[in-house]
T-cell receptor
Framework: EDKVVQSPLSLVVHEGDTVTLNCSYE??????LLWYKQEKKAPTFLFML????IEKKSGRLSSILDKKELFSILNITATQTGDSAVYLC????????????FGKGTKLTVNP | NAGVTQTPKFQVLKTGQSMTLQCAQD?????MYWYRQDPGMGLRLIYY???????DKGEVPNGYNVSRLNKREFSLRLESAAPSQTSVYFC????????????FGPGTRLTVL
């Protein structure tokens, strides 16, 4: 059965801290891994990763994939209160299946 | 360009009532999806439609039916609502011709009493 596990489930930090969110997976016929940010509304897309070892970067956020060890990390440097959200990891299977399998998410709280 | 729209935003039903959640996208995407999100459970796929005229079950399809009315619209129907279906429902769409993300609608918060 396909599985996506995120850790930690919850994290509280102070502004300016650096955080690392983890996502491990067991999925048949891996195609891509996606990270989303969810505040009190719909998830918004952050990154899509398909190849090992290539870092994707957007401002203070970055992510990397390890297809050998079956995990990805999402780093946020110099955190701000606006980074407070639930971060969702999802993995897509290839081979004609259109489905994403989501983890349960990491709830990040950034305190001033 | 509205992206993915959903109606209604909120709904309260009594056990046994039926209702249809509507979803439409204006991005000309082939694939559309319905998810439910419960506290601590992430997003779970209910049904999806890879293209107009096709639908397929996801992880938690029991108690739901779907209709892919045309390329733009994908509706989710609860025939006889149960309290276990209290949840937030998200519709999403995606173009699968290359590596693209799913775009999500704003969600429908459904409470079944």
């Amino acid at each position: 059965e396909d599985k996506v596990v995120q850790s930690p489930l919850s994290l509280v930090v102070h502004e300016g801290d650096t955080v690392t969110l983890n996502c491990s997976y067991e999925v048949t016929n891996f195609r891509s891994l996606l990270w989303y940010k969810q505040e009190k509304k719909a998830p918004t897309f952050l990154f899509m990763l398909t190849s090992s070892g290539i870092e994707k970067k957007s401002g203070r956020l970055s992510s990397i994939l390890d297809k050998k060890e079956l995990f990805s990390i999402l780093n946020i440097t110099a955190t701000q209160t606006g980074d407070s959200a639930v971060y969702l990891c999802a993995v897509e299977r290839g081979g004609g299946s259109e489905k994403l399998v989501f983890g349960k998410g990491t709830k990040l709280t950034v305190n001033p | 360009n509205a992206g993915v729209t959903q109606t209604p935003k909120f709904q309260v039903l009594k056990t046994g009532q039926s209702m249809t959640l509507q979803c439409a996208q204006d991005m000309n995407h082939n694939s559309m999806y319905w998810y439910r999100q419960d506290p601590g459970m992430g997003l779970r796929l209910i049904y999806y439609s890879a293209s107009e005229g096709t639908t397929d079950k996801g992880e938690v399809p029991n108690g739901y039916n779907v209709s892919r009315l045309n390329k733009r619209e994908f509706s989710l129907r609860l025939e006889s609502a149960a309290p276990s279906q209290t949840s937030v429902y998200f519709c999403a769409s995606r173009e699968l011709s290359s590596y693209n993300e799913q775009f999500f609608g704003p969600g429908t918060r459904l409470t079944v009493l």
